[in-house]
Each structure stands twice: as structure tokens, then as C-alpha cells.
């Protein structure tokens, strides 16, 4: 079984720019979730899809965030205009339905802004 | 303060010592908790579940105090392979998302 996939792996943009970051999660996961890592701190929770749909996005930081799964298969998460605080590590996650099943992660994408 | 604090490390220990990691959770709404492990520049991985009556994989031993809101990590029997960042997790009843303690870096030297 193939695991979660992220792309790109890395990406260095200036303040202002926008970047698009891309997830494709285990087939056959309803269950889609991003986290970020920035410097020095803990990883945290951005946002929760169950299939296509939002279900719990109270940890995006702002309204300069904003994540769509069309389709209920991939996700992305679009930074428009990207700032220094932005830099770090965003990982997705994905499970299957239910709320016993383990959270499988991706890679990462390493993300700096400059 | 955070929800999840662990202890800070880094720890380093010799091959086959035992070491142990503490974790405290502040929110009592907290219902499953778990032991990430996550190799430098890797994905965090799934170690293992945490019980309240204390459960054991191999080497690896976790225990919970819900009265006391305390999770540990036992190794015994360090391997080299064992170095890695430990994360402590929780997850709150009814949410799906998990809080991730800041982690604690363990060294095993040769």
C-alpha cells in the first residue's frame, strides 16, 4: 500500500509570492488532516477533511490560508501572500473512517519563506 | 501553558541503558494518547497506543495516570536504531485531531 504522498518536498519563495502544496493521502482514506511545524515549536493542527468536506478548521492561522479537497482524493493548501512566519514543515496526514484508526503521515514539505 | 509538555532533552545514552520520558496533558478532556517517534527530517511515525492500564511492546513499555494527566515511555535495552525525537500525543474526546507535545530527542551512543 502506497503511503501519503506530498509534493513539492521542498519549496523557497519570497514574502508576497504564493505557493500551493499538495497531498495525496492513502487511497481509500475518508479521513485528510494537515499540520504544520514551524521552527522551535510543536507540530500543530491546521485542518480536518472527512472526505470532501471541512470538518474541523480551527486551527488555520488565517484567512491567508486555504485548503480544498475537491473530490474527496487529494488535497491542497494554497498560502496567498506567503510571510516569514509561514516558513516550516507542513505535513498531512490521512486515516480511515472512524476515530480509532492510526493517523498515517507524509513526508513533509519544507517550506521557506524569505 | 501548552497542552501537552514534555520533558526537554535531548538525552544521550549509552547502548543498552534504559531511559524514560515523562509527558503531562492539561486538558482532562483528553481520551486517547499515544508515542510518536520522529527521525530528523522524517514524518512522525506511530510508536505505539497508550492505556490506562499500562501496555508494553517489546522493549518499549507506556503507562498513563489520568488522575495525574502523566504519560511515560520506558525503553529498556537501548539500540542504536532507538535515536530519535519522541513525541508525546493526545487526542481530545470527540476530535479527531491530535496535539503533539514539542518532543524530546534521544541519542544512543555506540
Known amino acids: 500500500e502506497a503511503g501519503v504522498t506530498q509534493f513539492p518536498s521542498h519549496s523557497v519563495i519570497e514574502k508576497g509570492q504564493t505557493v500551493t502544496l499538495r497531498c495525496d493521502p492513502i487511497?481509500?482514506?475518508?479521513?485528510l488532516y494537515w499540520y504544520r511545524r514551524v521552527m522551535g515549536k510543536e507540530i500543530k493542527f491546521l485542518l480536518h477533511?472527512?472526505?470532501?468536506?471541512?470538518?474541523?478548521e480551527s486551527g488555520m492561522p488565517n484567512n491567508r490560508f486555504l485548503a480544498e479537497r475537491t473530490g474527496g482524493t487529494y488535497s491542497t493548501l494554497k498560502v496567498q501572500p506567503a510571510e516569514l512566519e509561514d516558513s516550516g514543515v507542513y505535513f498531512c496526514?490521512?486515516?480511515?473512517?472512524?476515530?480509532?484508526?492510526?493517523?498515517?503521515f507524509g513526508p513533509g514539505t519544507r517550506l521557506t519563506v524569505t | 501553558r501548552k497542552e501537552v509538555e514534555q520533558d526537554p532533552g535531548p538525552f544521550n545514552v549509552p547502548e543498552g541503558a534504559t531511559v524514560a520520558f515523562n509527558c503531562t496533558y492539561s486538558?482532562?478532556?483528553?481520551?486517547?494518547f499515544f508515542w510518536y517517534r520522529q527521525d530528523c527530517r522524517k514524518e512522525p511515525k506511530l510508536l505505539m497506543s497508550?492505556?490506562?492500564s499500562g501496555n508494553e511492546d517489546g522493549r518499549f513499555t507506556a503507562q498513563l495516570n489520568r488522575a495525574s494527566q502523566y504519560i511515560s515511555l520506558l525503553i529498556r535495552d537501548s539500540k542504536l536504531s532507538d535515536s530519535a525525537t519522541y513525541l508525546c500525543?493526545?487526542?481530545?474526546?470527540?476530535?479527531?485531531?491530535?496535539?503533539f507535545g514539542k518532543g524530546t530527542k534521544l541519542t544512543v551512543n555506540p
Open positions: 486538558n482532562s478532556a483528553s481520551q486517547s
Open positions: 500525543v493526545v487526542k481530545r474526546g470527540g476530535s479527531e485531531k491530535l496535539v
Open positions: 497508550v492505556y490506562s
Open positions: 477533511f472527512v472526505k470532501e468536506s471541512k470538518q474541523d
Open positions: 487511497s481509500g482514506h475518508d479521513n
Open positions: 496526514a490521512s486515516s480511515r473512517a472512524g476515530i480509532i484508526y492510526e493517523q498515517y
